[in-house]
C-alpha cells in the first residue's frame, strides 16, 4: 500500500488479556516508530526499530510491553496483562532511514479500549 | 531532555482570521523541527519542517521558521479555513543518530464560518 497501515483499528480487551497491534510500515522503509497517544500523557515514543533490531526501547512503560519486527518490515506491538491505562491510541510511524531530518509517516492508529 | 511546549487550545477563530501557535524548544543538540496536523478522526500528517537554523518550513498557507536565537518554531496562516479546524503538534527529532520525535502537547484549532 501507499502509507502505513495498522491492524485492528480498534481492539475493545478485559483487563489482564493480552493484546497483538500489528503494523505495516511504506515499503523500502528501514526506520520503524511505536508512540502511544493518550489523554493524559500525549504523545510517547515507544520503541524504534532499525530493520530488525530495536537500539531504543526506552519508552516501552514496563515489561508487559514488548516488539518485534521480521523481514525488516511487519512489526507487532504486544501488551501482556493489560490494565486499563494502557487505555490509548498506539500510533506507528515509519522513515527512510533514521536520521534525524528524515519525515515520519504514521499510520492511523488502533485505538486501545482495556475494561 | 528534549522538551517542545506548544500553546493550550482550544483557539477559536473566524474564518479569513490569522493564526498564530506559538512553539518552542528545549535540546541538547541541533535538532530538526515538525509541525503535524491530526484532522478529526485522521492520522497524523506531517504539515512542514525545518532542518536547520533560519530555515522556513511552509505548506499549504502554513508558514512556520525556525529561530534558534528564542529556541522557537511558531505556526502561522494569513486566512484561516474551517477545513484547517484540526489539532496541531509541534516536534522535535535529535539530528545526532536516530530520530524518535519528541511532541508538544498538541493545540487544537477550531475555525468557524
Known amino acids: 500500500g501507499a502509507g502505513v497501515s495498522q491492524s485492528p483499528s480498534n481492539k475493545v480487551t478485559e483487563k489482564g488479556k493480552d493484546v497483538e497491534l500489528r503494523c505495516d510500515p511504506i515499503s523500502g522503509h528501514t526506520a520503524l516508530y511505536w508512540y502511544r497517544q493518550s489523554l493524559g500523557q500525549g504523545l510517547e515514543f515507544l520503541i524504534y526499530?532499525?530493520?530488525?533490531?530495536?537500539?531504543?526501547k526506552s519508552g516501552l512503560p514496563s515489561d508487559r510491553f514488548s516488539a518485534e519486527r521480521t523481514g525488516g518490515s511487519v512489526s507487532t506491538l504486544t501488551i501482556q496483562r493489560t490494565q486499563q491505562e494502557d487505555s490509548a491510541v498506539y500510533l506507528c510511524?515509519?522513515?527512510?532511514?533514521?536520521?534525524?531530518?528524515?519525515?515520519?509517516?504514521f499510520g492511523p492508529g488502533t485505538r486501545l479500549l482495556v475494561l | 531532555g528534549d522538551s517542545v511546549t506548544q500553546m493550550e487550545g482550544p483557539v477559536t477563530l473566524s474564518e479569513e482570521a490569522f493564526l498564530t501557535i506559538n512553539c518552542t524548544y528545549t535540546?541538547?543538540?541541533?535538532?530538526?523541527l515538525f509541525w503535524y496536523v491530526q484532522y478529526p478522526g485522521e492520522g497524523l500528517q506531517l504539515l512542514l519542517k525545518a532542518t536547520k537554523a533560519d530555515d522556513k518550513g511552509s505548506n499549504k498557507g502554513f508558514e512556520a521558521t525556525y529561530r534558534k536565537e528564542t529556541t522557537s518554531f511558531h505556526l502561522e496562516k494569513g486566512s484561516v479555513q474551517v477545513s484547517d479546524s484540526a489539532v496541531y503538534f509541534c516536534?522535535?527529532?535529535?539530528?545526532?543518530?536516530?530520530?524518535?520525535?519528541?511532541f508538544g502537547k498538541g493545540t487544537m484549532l477550531l475555525v468557524s464560518p
Open positions: 526499530f532499525q530493520g530488525n533490531s530495536a537500539p531504543d
Open positions: 535540546a541538547t543538540g541541533y535538532p530538526s
Open positions: 516536534a522535535l527529532s535529535d539530528r545526532r543518530g536516530y530520530s524518535t520525535l519528541t
Open positions: 510511524a515509519s522513515s527512510w532511514t533514521s536520521g534525524g531530518q528524515e519525515t515520519q509517516y
